[in-house]
């Protein structure tokens, strides 16, 4: 009357074996994090449609574009600068990556030179785009003051700034 170990008759053949671990792998991959990055964007009102754009690159399933976009779509509905800031504070801090967008209208706005300064100032990775083959003559003043590395539109060109301006967290020892 002895108790049994071992067996229990799961005799797999090779085939069967190789068959489940492929199936394993893929489950796993499936389950694995996505590579998107969380992306705060920011940009000045005059560039919505260019940034709506972007936005939509980066959802199309052919795009090497890819992250979750983290800003704001409608502007807070306060003239309360405190409130302003503490809103988009928050969006900035679920993000990985501020990705701004300059163009003619950025250098003067105060809030994307806010935004710049806030991004860093919570450890996070910051990069500029522009459109067209070359910069705007002029960019907020915080992206020269940190020497903001700053990126073409092109979506591969983009990806990999994101990628990179992504700052790793320190391994506490």
């Known amino acids: 009357m002895g108790g049994g170990s071992g067996g229990g008759g799961f005799g797999l053949g090779p085939n069967e074996v190789?068959?489940?671990?492929?199936?394993?792998?893929?489950?796993?991959?499936?389950s694995a994090p996505s590579e998107k990055q969380n992306v705060f964007i920011s940009f000045v009102e005059e560039d919505l449609n260019d940034v709506n754009l972007l936005r939509g690159q980066a959802k199309n399933e052919d795009s090497n574009l890819e992250f979750n976009d983290w800003s704001l779509r409608e502007p807070f509905d306060s003239e309360n600068a405190e409130y302003i800031k503490r809103g988009i504070r928050e969006r900035i801090r679920q993000s990985s990556v501020t990705l701004v967008y300059v163009s003619e209208h950025t250098a003067n706005s105060k809030w994307v030179d806010w935004e710049i300064r806030e991004t860093l100032a919570l450890g996070k990775g910051v990069i500029a785009v522009h459109k067209g083959d070359s910069?705007?003559?002029?960019?907020?003043?915080a992206c020269y003051e940190f020497r903001i590395k700053l990126v073409p539109w092109k979506q591969k060109e983009i990806a990999r700034a994101i990628k990179s301006a992504v700052i790793q967290p320190k391994k506490s020892s």
Do not use: D, G, Y
């Open 18 to 30: 190789k068959n489940l671990e492929e199936r394993v792998k893929a489950t796993l991959q499936a």
């Open 135 to 141: 910069p705007p003559s002029r960019l907020p003043e």
